[in-house]
């Protein structure tokens, strides 16, 4: 029942998901974290499985955090979602397939471009303006269809994600109470209150 | 519904005269929610040859990582480029080393086979998604909207189009073929490939 | 069980329908209209005959084409003709196709759920003398278009004629606009090209083509002398004509 979405604009990155952790019917979390900051510019919102969920995010992040020990420079977001876009391919032909969708909202350092990655379970890449996971995007799509602009400013672009968290809790019967909203820029990554 | 369909997509490959043109729609879904209208599923293999694979995205980009290695190492062994015929045979062997749980693309090949006399001669081919080679003389097609791509081109394609005609042939026929398939469109775009350049255009289509 | 015991339990299924191939299409002018389908009938990789008219004249202004399970097309053209010949009794003269239409759908939904296994296309000449497609699904639901291909090949046919008959995907000359109908000459190539397609791309179309031309009365009919063989099927003089094309198809 997770719910993450995340769009670009002029500059910046915006990721949101729930932080709702249930157990069937059962919430038993409220205020769960579940965008790791792989580096100082790169985000991943993770949904999925319980269990998997959590494993290959950290697997992820230790390997982004290896490469940038490694070799002193980290990867930029192209090459690190090609990076998690074959352990996800590579996992699915495997004896036990991570089942784990990902948003990886990153800004290249170098360029001084933002870019975001739909990533999902089978290794299915796609650079997109503006992408969501779960039930939220049956909602949000629709919305970042008609609202979406590329070049807004940051308080624009968290006015858009509020629609679409107010929509989803308006209209999705089993929606999550909170969100937790960060962003990505120039300046790196921090946590946005809404 | 098949894997097959799953992120849905169609390719279409056409003979002209001295030319071939290679064309694909951009869309990318998870069965009927549409994800991106700006997914590629042909990418270029030398300067005179393209390939496309429809069908499963994720295999769409394993593959063209797996063809991007295979042809790099085939081109510094040989050090000289791969022709279409060739690559089209590493494209087949390729596929049939999963023949038991194979990728799920049915790639497409259009390129400018180099003859003895230094001439370059129009060549096109499809496989199955274990690597079956279909070698036509017209035109070749893949993916979702596959049948209606048939009828189309059967209905608009003629030997001997010269670049320009073939464009808008291969153009028209995938547009209104995409347009009858819920799993195609949202735009399009079109590479043709003539002895000394390759002419890419983007296609801006329905968006329903 | 081979002891006639009820000690397992067993099933037994009829299926009372198939597939029979094949594949029709109609296209609309402004005083004419064109109803064409092919001849042959196969089930499976089978063919039963390559001679199975699926295209049928109801009056001298309208032609039904039946496409799907064959059976149920004959007995549903059957009794479509039995009900007109009914009206003529009772009202002395044809009944108009947009009636025709209507008692189409009403006769296909009154099998509502036992229905008519067949994809139905009426095409003829409306009242006021304009040319008129209309197609409908199995259980009677129907609309009025321009041009329609159903059966067998209609993912092949529809999207080519998106092209050729609604210039879909065309853009007119700067200044001009596109015709809202073709010329009957245009039509028919359009029409044989058609069924050459999807003959060539389609294992179960093939073997025969009959177009069937109405035309509305006092339509002049030098289009279709280029034609060879082209029979008139007219029953009264003074009103709408039905003529008959026939031609070969490819027969592999």
């Known amino acids: 029942m997770d719910v993450s979405f995340a769009l670009t604009g002029k500059g910046y990155v915006l990721v949101a998901a729930d932080t709702t952790a249930a157990h069937s019917i059962i919430k038993v979390k409220s205020d769960v974290d579940k965008i790791k900051e792989l580096s100082p510019h790169l985000l991943m919102a993770y949904s999925g499985e319980p269990g998997d969920t959590v494993q290959f995010a950290e697997y992820i992040e230790r390997n982004i955090r290896l490469y940038q020990i490694r070799n002193t420079y980290g990867l930029r977001p192209q090459s690190a979602a090609s990076w998690i876009r074959r352990s996800l391919a590579e996992s699915l032909r495997s004896r036990h397939p991570y089942s784990v969708n990902l948003l990886l909202g990153g800004y290249d350092v170098s360029t001084y471009t933002p870019h975001l990655y739909w990533v999902d379970y089978l290794g299915t890449l796609a650079e997109v303006p503006f992408a969501a996971h779960g039930y939220g995007s049956y909602f949000a799509l629709s919305l970042l269809d008609r609202y979406h602009d590329p070049e807004a400013s940051l308080e624009e672009g968290i006015a858009t994600l509020r629609r679409c968290i107010d929509e989803v809790a308006k209209r999705l019967v089993v929606s999550p109470g909170k969100y937790l909203v960060k962003v990505v820029d120039k300046d790196g990554t921090r946590v946005i209150e809404i | 519904m098949s894997i097959m369909q799953h992120n849905g997509g169609s390719v279409i490959a056409m003979v002209g005269k001295d030319c071939v043109a290679i064309a694909s729609d951009l869309r990318l879904g998870v069965q009927s929610l549409s994800i991106s209208s700006n997914f590629e599923k042909i990418f270029p293999v030398t300067e005179r040859l393209y390939v496309g694979f429809p069908g499963l995205a994720t295999d769409v980009t394993t593959l063209r990582e797996v063809f991007r290695y295979r042809v790099n190492m085939y081109t510094i062994k040989e050090e000289r480029a791969i022709e279409p015929t060739i690559f089209t045979q590493l494209v087949s062997s390729t596929l049939y080393e999963r023949r038991f749980g194979p990728y799920f693309i049915e790639p497409v090949i259009a390129g400018l086979q180099k003859t003895p006399s230094g001439s370059y001669e129009p060549f096109i081919a499809a496989t199955d998604l274990i690597g079956c080679i279909n070698f036509a003389k017209d035109f070749v097609v893949a993916g979702t909207a596959s049948e209606k791509l048939f009828g189309v081109a059967e209905g608009l394609w003629e030997p001997g189009l010269e670049p320009e005609d073939l464009f808008e042939t291969i153009s028209q026929t995938l547009m209104n073929a995409v347009d009858r398939d819920a799993f195609s469109g949202w735009g399009a775009i079109v590479h043709v490939i003539t002895k000394d350049k390759v002419i890419t255009r983007k296609l801006k289509g329905r968006m329903d | ?252």
Not at chain 3, 46 to 73: H, M, W
Not at chain 3, 215 to 227: A, F, I, S, W
Request: include cysteine.
């Open chain 3, 1 to 252: 069980m081979p002891d006639g015991s009820f000690s397992h339990p067993q099933q037994r299924q009829f299926n009372p329908y198939t597939e029979n191939g094949g594949t029709i299409l109609a296209i609309a002018g402004k005083d004419f209209s064109v109803i064409a389908g092919d001849t042959r009938q196969s089930e499976g990789y089978s063919i039963q005959t390559r001679y199975a008219p699926k295209v049928f004249r109801l009056t001298d202004r309208a032609v039904l084409a039946v496409n799907g399970f064959a059976a149920d097309g004959n007995m549903f053209v059957k009794k479509v003709q039995q009900r007109l010949e009914w009206y003529r009794h009772a009202h002395a003269k044809d009944m108009p196709l947009g009636a025709i239409a209507r008692l189409i759908q009403t006769m296909l939904y009154g099998r509502r759920f036992f229905p008519y296994y067949v994809y139905n296309i009426l095409g003829g000449i409306e009242e006021d003398g304009t040319g008129a497609v209309y197609s409908f699904d199995p259980v009677g639901s129907y609309e009025r278009e321009a041009c329609r291909a159903a059966g067998a090949a209609q993912s092949l046919v529809q999207p080519f004629l998106d092209n050729q008959i609604y210039f879909k995907n065309q853009q007119a000359p700067a200044g001009q606009s596109h015709p809202l109908h073709l010329p009957l000459s245009d039509v028919l190539a359009i029409v044989i090209d058609s069924f050459t397609s999807a003959t060539e791309r389609h294992i179960e179309v093939g073997d025969g083509l009959e177009i069937y031309v109405v035309l509305t009365k006092g339509r002049p009919t030098q289009d279709l002398e280029g034609y060879r063989g082209v029979k008139e099927l007219t029953t009264r003089p003074d009103g709408d004509r039905v003529f008959l094309i026939q031609r070969e198809l490819k027969k592999d």
